[in-house]
């Protein structure tokens, strides 16, 4: 894992270099921003890095990146790779690879990433609220299998049935129109004013990752991994919301390999 940190770092930096130069905002977030509080880096036993951007800033980030990113990156969305089926973009290692089962049977590009997530304005209405969540849901779990996302374990027959049935369901309606119907949903209440935002890629569903949105309007800097990265200014606050006691680890049997990753390699000679 240290060899995959190293590249994740390295990928973490030209994220950082290119908002830098493009005045963008980012901000790390999750299991990234409680390593840099609780280790001054990466979670020893954690295999991802996640940043977060407001939406408006990941459109622009993702228009900057695919043209002024280094070459050895590819940036991973649904326009880049069409067997991708996450409403985020993950930027990936060429030459290396980082296979997670859900999605092993599927042909997307599967280098070492990092995640960066895009925030959206949450409505004011409770009844709107639960109706994006729904359709969000639904919409998400209806293009993942589509795309062959296997989100099953071998045990859990009831809901390997459900999602044959769902993939069976999808044939009747195109990817695109799939993918457009929810872009549409997550952005529905950007141009409304919300004190709440939501990440729709984020792991604990629509409730837990609707957040304040103050936490990411105002920024500061932390350490990580000897490095200066931007992070929610009320970043106590924000780890305390997902994790509780966030200083005290998890017990080391909850440790490790939350992604499943099956397979990797680092393209080292």
């Known amino acids: 894992m240290e060899k995959v940190h190293k590249v994740q770092l390295e990928m973490a ?3 950082k270099r290119l908002c830098q130069e493009h005045n963008i905002k980012y901000f790390i977030i999750a299991g990234t921003l409680l390593g840099a509080v609780r280790h001054k880096g990466f979670i020893p036993w954690d295999d991802d890095l996640d940043i977060g951007m407001i939406r408006e800033d990941y459109e622009r980030f993702v228009h900057i990146a695919k043209k002024e990113m280094k070459k050895e990156y590819f940036l991973q969305t649904w326009d880049t790779d069409v067997h991708f089926a996450l409403p985020i973009a993950k930027l990936r290692k060429k030459g290396t690879k980082f296979i997670e089962q ?6 997307l590009h599967s280098g070492i990433y990092i995640d960066i997530f895009p925030f959206d304005n949450v409505p004011i209405n409770n009844y709107k609220k639960k109706n994006q969540n729904y359709k969000t849901y639904v919409l998400k779990r209806l293009i993942i299998t589509k795309q062959g996302y296997e989100v099953w374990d071998k045990n859990e027959h009831f809901k390997k049935i459900i999602y044959m049935l769902m993939k069976i369901l999808t044939k009747t309606i195109s990817l695109d129109k799939l993918k457009r119907m929810l872009g549409e949903e997550m952005t529905k209440y950007n ?8 990440t729709f890629g984020g792991a604990y569903g629509y409730w837990k990752e609707t957040i304040n949105r103050i936490w990411v309007d105002c920024l500061t800097t932390i350490k990580f991994e000897g490095h200066e990265l931007s992070c929610p200014g009320e970043y106590r606050e924000y780890l305390t919301y997902f994790y509780g006691d966030y200083m005290t680890p998890p017990p080391e049997d909850k440790r490790g390999n939350r992604h499943k990753i099956i397979q990797i390699e680092l393209g080292e000679d």
């Not at 859900?102 to 042909?107: C, F, P, R, V, Y």
Request: hydrophobic share 25%.
């Open 13 to 15: 930096l030209e994220v």
């Open 102 to 107: 859900n999605s092993s049977k599927s042909n």
């Open 191 to 198: 141009s409304h004013k919300s004190d709440y935002v939501v």
